[in-house]
């Protein structure tokens, strides 16, 4: 049986999201065996040749998309960018404590596990503005001591994203990238470590990316007591393969990369395929003469996560379930925030993005 692909919407999903057609097919053709291998990729052993192979490949697809440097260590862990939130500040917080940028509810979530591991000091807050941007770097100061700062380059409920790497003043910079990750060219020697849960922007769930220099692996403090996976250390020394690794989901982020380097151009092809898809929502925004609100300031609106309000909540519950009827899905905002969000990421269309964007059109002028 084959499901046609004209029975997919559009997927707005925030996460796990939309993935490329082309990825999706090619596992679907080699689901059941792949070439050579006379068993499917969910069947074999992760230390057999072939899963050796496709995760070496993947590797360095990334390594070559990215352009990261050899000084860096790239690992495939689990646990969700969730685990990252503790596991950086059981392998580095130490006396000094950690400077954090509190921009958002990702950002505050890492924050709260920092917190129950050691001291936090809140370098910079947008909560009182209600996280609608980004902070410029002269707006925030760090503590010298402080063993690192941490960011989100992208926060997904709020819709809020930096433009900039932001100066780090000599603090090694972490950052969670995990609804931006991939979404455009970057400069990964500015990071000392940087992590993505997989299934905003790179593939599906169950595989977290960690791409980590090794300088700042260097500091990571010894405990004997902490359990082995909670440190990098195993992972490194073992390449990712201390336990059995999540290999389906490493071979789709590997599909997904294919798709990025062989027909999307690039990072920078990506980069000028998502700022047209989110120059036109935002436009639809900004000229519905008030109609629907943006979020964020226009100088931190997000390139993957897009969220407005409309005149009262009803409207909103409305304009949720007739966008849904029509084929535009997970438009509803997070419960934190309410409204909507559009999270066009890599993968989503222009052609979906046109067709919200006349949606809008029309439910202004009938519920204007
Ligand atoms: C989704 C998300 C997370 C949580 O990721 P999990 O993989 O579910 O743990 C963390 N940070 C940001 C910015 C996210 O968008």
Redesign the pocket.
């Given at each position: 049986m084959t499901v046609s692909t004209s029975q997919r919407i559009f997927n707005f999903s925030a996460?796990p999201a939309v993935l490329p057609l082309p990825a999706l097919q090619e596992a679907q053709r080699d689901l059941v065996c792949y070439p050579g291998a006379g068993a499917s990729v969910m069947e074999m052993s992760h230390r057999g040749k072939v899963i050796d192979g496709i995760i070496k490949e993947t590797e360095a697809r990334l390594r070559r998309i990215l352009g990261i440097p050899e000084n860096y260590h790239v690992l495939f862990l689990q646990g969700?960018?969730?685990l990252q939130f503790s596991m950086v500040p059981m392998n580095f917080l130490g006396t000094g404590g950690a400077d954090y940028l509190e921009l958002g509810a990702?950002s505050k979530k890492a924050m709260s596990e920092a917190r129950k591991v050691g001291q936090v000091q809140v370098a910079w807050s947008g909560k009182a503005e209600g996280f609608k941007r980004m902070p410029g770097d002269a707006d925030f100061k760090v503590r010298p001591e402080a063993s690192y700062l941490h960011m989100?380059s992208?926060?997904?409920i709020e819709g809020i994203q930096f433009h900039h790497d932001p100066d780090s003043q000599g603090l090694p910079l972490v950052c969670?990238a995990?609804?931006d990750f991939l979404c455009r060219p970057l400069d990964i020697s500015r990071y000392a470590m940087i992590y993505a849960?997989a299934?905003?922007n790179v593939g599906p769930a169950g595989v977290?990316l960690v791409v980590m220099s090794d300088e700042f692996y260097s500091k990571a403090l010894e405990d004997e007591l902490r359990p082995t996976m909670l440190g990098y250390k195993v992972h490194v020394d073992n390449k990712s393969l201390y336990n059995t690794a999540p290999v389906f989901s490493i071979y789709m982020v590997g599909l997904v990369l294919k798709w990025v380097e062989e027909e999307m151009g690039g990072l920078s092809g990506i980069h000028a395929h998502n700022q047209k898809k989110a120059a036109l929502l935002y436009q639809a925004i900004d000229q519905s003469n008030g109609y629907y609100r943006g979020h964020a300031e226009v100088a931190s609106r997000s390139l993957m996560n897009v969220t407005w309000r409309l005149p009262s909540e009803d409207l909103e519950k409305q304009f949720v379930q007739e966008a849904q009827a029509r084929g535009l899905d997970g438009l509803k905002g997070h419960r934190s925030v309410g409204g909507i969000r559009a999270s066009i990421y890599n993968a989503f269309p222009y052609e979906g993005v046109e067709a919200l964007v006349s949606f809008m059109e029309e439910f202004r002028r009938k519920n204007g």
């Open positions: 996460g969700g960018a969730s990702w989100t992208n926060e997904t969670d995990s609804s849960g299934q905003k977290t």
